[in-house]
């Protein structure tokens, strides 16, 4: 055991997200290895993102194309978590974020807007993603309970809850005038709250919508458990934090930071370490019972499996009040992910996890190069005229210093994807020919991932 991970932890909680509704649905052995890392890492929990990748039996039209977990794989993952003491805890997002449903025609009577919305960052979405909050939302969400809770053994249930994006634009819009968004959203998620006390499952949710209130945090029931997001190195963890624990949550509520991985190749470790120890320091102060680092996979999850691994290591650090430097950080990578390789991958990692802090960041949280790569050339060229070919330059310098020819495969690949990145906004051939790129990033896909939604992720190669 590894010094830093002697002290007593500062969470009793200290789990992973891991996003399994943006395209990549990992195998079951990768999960398996994964659980094998957390228990070495001391986490005590896990939880899979779902929004559509459960087998629902009387919903294969929703989930048939994602190489879904089913229930038999829930129930085995879920045995394998408990003996090496984790808590598999179910994870359905009940508000928001349906979109996978709300797209087919047997579901859109469900939906806030049926015949699609503004969004407020992509502008107009076909299809809807937020369920119309009525009682007839709330009794589906129930049935999928019903069918989703009896393979965990946890007695917890996370129902998500973020990002209504459209709430009050279509069938809510009179109530929510009304009664006001913030009250409707209460509302609905008070039922949602009742339906997984109903299964005897205390409710985790989201706390960013609730927080744009305060007055109405003490509402809340006093069983739930809010959990507070927030990924840059200035995320408002301190001020949320303590609203949180003034109306009653003090030892009831976690905080989430990201991996800050996604919309990525290889990375944002700089971002990922100064977010991790701001969650765990601000959440430590205040009373927070759970740290659970989340890992998405936005816009194609296109970014390294390996990226995963430096802020695993990082969050386990910061739950355990400890904040260690990157050589302690490479040795550990290098120890617990490539036990039978030379020396060096977790040095590279840590390497590529700064290649993006090179270039500015368009909003976070993205970076430069995975905007780049798949940009149209008109958004290419807007991107690089918030640069200058100099910085570009010295990227291209960064990425060439870093030795990968002896490195793991899926390092290479990050290696290459940011490469091609920059050539395409230097506008020099490319050292790596895409077709190879991209047989490349399948055979990497396919050795963690199930086949579901690859195709989707490589449409975006050749999408611009």
């Known amino acids: 055991m590894p010094a830093w991970l002697q002290k007593k932890p500062q969470f009793a909680y200290r789990g992973l997200m891991l996003d399994i509704s943006r395209n990549r649905v990992p195998t079951q052995a990768c999960l398996r290895r994964l659980v094998d890392a957390l228990a070495a890492l001391h986490y005590n929990q896990l939880q899979l993102y779902t929004e559509h990748t459960f087998a629902y039996q009387d919903h294969a039209t929703v989930w048939e194309k994602a190489s879904p977990m089913t229930a038999s794989e829930i129930r085995q993952l879920d045995g394998y978590c408990a003996a090496r003491g984790i808590e598999l805890v179910p994870n359905q997002n009940s508000f928001g974020h ?62 998500g809850g973020d990002e209504p994006w459209e709430l009050g634009q279509g069938r809510s819009a009179e109530r929510v005038t009304r009664e006001g968004k913030h009250s409707v959203y209460l509302d609905f998620m008070q039922q949602i709250f009742a339906a997984a006390a109903q299964h005897g499952c205390k409710p985790q949710f989201w706390a960013d919508i609730i927080l744009e209130r305060p007055d109405l945090v003490p509402q809340l029931p006093p069983e739930v458990i809010p959990v507070i997001w927030g990924y840059e190195a200035d995320s408002p963890f301190p001020e949320q934090c303590r609203c949180v624990a003034d109306a009653g949550f003090r030892d009831q509520f976690y905080v989430a930071p990201g991996a800050g991985n996604w919309n990525s190749f290889s990375g944002r470790l700089d971002v990922a370490r100064a977010n991790i120890q701001l969650a765990a320091r601000e959440g430590a102060a205040h009373g927070a019972s759970g740290l659970l680092l989340t890992a998405w996979g936005d816009n194609g999850h296109h970014q390294a499996w390996a990226t995963l691994y430096p802020p695993l290591i990082l969050a386990a650090a910061a739950a355990h009040g400890q904040n260690i430097d990157d050589t302690t950080l490479a040795e550990s990578i290098d120890t617990l992910f490539f036990p039978e390789q030379a020396p060096g991958n977790g040095h590279a990692l840590c390497q590529l996890g700064r290649i993006d802090a090179c270039l500015p960041q368009p909003s976070p949280p993205t970076s430069f190069l995975h905007s780049a790569l798949f ?23 960064a990425l060439d210093a870093i030795d990968t020819g002896p490195l793991d495969a899926e390092l290479q690949l990050a290696a290459g994807l940011n490469r091609a990145a920059l050539e395409s906004c230097l506008n020099q051939p490319p050292t790596i020919p895409p077709a190879q790129l991209q047989a490349s990033f399948t055979r990497q896909w396919l050795h963690h991932s199930r086949p579901g939604g690859l195709a989707e992720s490589l449409s975006r190669f050749t999408a611009q």
Do not use: K
Not at 375 to 397: F, I, M, Y
């Open 98 to 159: 349906m979109e996978h449903w709300l797209r087919h025609p047997a579901y859109q009577h469900l939906a806030e807007c049926p015949d699609g919305f503004e969004h407020p960052i992509s502008g107009w979405r076909q299809f809807g993603s937020t369920l119309y909050p009525d009682a007839a939302s709330a009794r589906f969400m129930a049935e999928l309970y019903a069918e989703l809770l009896p393979n965990f053994q946890s007695r917890q249930l996370h129902v």
């Open 375 to 397: 940009a149209d050339e008109a958004g290419r060229q807007a991107l690089c005229q918030t640069t200058t070919p100099s910085a570009l330059e010295a990227c291209r310098q």
